[in-house]
């Protein structure tokens, strides 16, 4: 993905749209992503200049949305210390006083590391590992993709964003690399070791379920994750385990699932969930592309060994061939996850 800032020039031409069969059984999960498709950028701050507006979605692909109402809580909150760790203090409490600078980079595996207010290096923090798309690097998840600096997930926990080895996000190549990387940091920052959390978006959503499932891997330290289109590998259910799956309505980056379905089913059926689904509303927001409001949503599945969420929405700020499409990271996404993350502490 290259995203499309305003005034840049034409996409890359020559590529098609993936073919998202899931693989066999215990197969290295593969990326599905496409590198010409552009994820719009955020409106340009003031003084910064002009360029082109964002597409305007097509009507016929971007589902209908409802009024816009005010979200209960669409604006961050302030930085807080969290209350005493429940999950123990990580070994690198008190290796190190004070701020780190911030962010602090790590050269192998290369990752950006991001500190909220009242960081010591004495009071443990849950920490978020947030893993890139397709034709991405962290820094474009942090600045561009997800857009975390000033958001409640920055101004409350330690942020590691890190970048895949290659183009994307490969198994039997990265994973090692991410056990290396979350022995280094639980060994010199101060780190709640039971509030590990971990946010994907596309290819690095895929790496999540991939962790979790595949027979290499089978992660059990997240508290926590949200997968953020990503899709069905077919892997064998893992341990339950709190999830929220944000997938588009017509995402075209999945072809042969635009609208979730069959993705929500591997985290439905590992979290043994057998109840029906009911409506959650956490209110709208307006998408970066066009500023219509967006309709996030979200419901809660029922009868689950753990919580059980998926956000089914219609942001249309992700061009696919110039078309929007929904496989982007939509705008109410940073406070839901926020939101989700701190009700398992």
Known sequence: MVPAFPGSGATPAGATNPNTQAPPNGAPSTNNETTQVNQLAPTPMAGSGSG??????????????????QPPAMQPTPPATPPPATGGASAGCGVSQGM?????????????????????????????????????????????DSRTPGSQLENN?????????????????????????????????????????????????????????????????????VPVSSNNLNNPAWTPLPTLLIHGLMDTQRPNDLNGAQDISQYAKSNQCTGGTQPVNIGTCNSIANNAAV???????????????????????????????????????????????????
């Open 52 to 69: 082109n507006p964002p597409a305007q979605p097509d009507s016929s692909q971007t589902p209908a949305t409802p009024p816009a109402t």
């Open 295 to 345: 309709n996030p949503g979200c419901v809660s599945y029922n009868g689950c060994a753990k919580t059980t969420l998926f956000c089914n929405h219609n942001d249309p700020n992700y061009l696919d061939n110039g078309t929007p499409t929904n496989h982007g990271w939509p705008c109410f996404a940073n406070n839901e996850i926020f939101t989700f993350f701190e009700a398992t502490r």
């Open 157 to 225: 926990y330690v942020m590691a964003f890190v970048k895949s080895q290659g183009n994307a996000w490969d198994l039997p190549t990265d994973y090692p690399r991410f056990q290396r990387l979350i022995t280094q940091v639980l060994a010199e920052r101060c780190i709640d070791t039971g509030h590990i959390f971990a946010m994907g978006h596309s290819s690095g959503a895929q790496f999540i379920a991939g962790m979790l499932g595949d027979s290499r891997a089978r992660e059990t330290r997240f508290a926590a994750v």
């Open 100 to 144: 780190p600078a911030n962010p602090t980079t790590i050269a192998d595996p290369n990752t950006i590391l991001t500190f909220p207010q009242g960081y010591n290096g004495s009071t443990p923090f849950p920490i978020v590992f947030a893993f890139h798309g397709a034709g991405r690097t962290n820094t474009d998840m942090r600045m561009v």
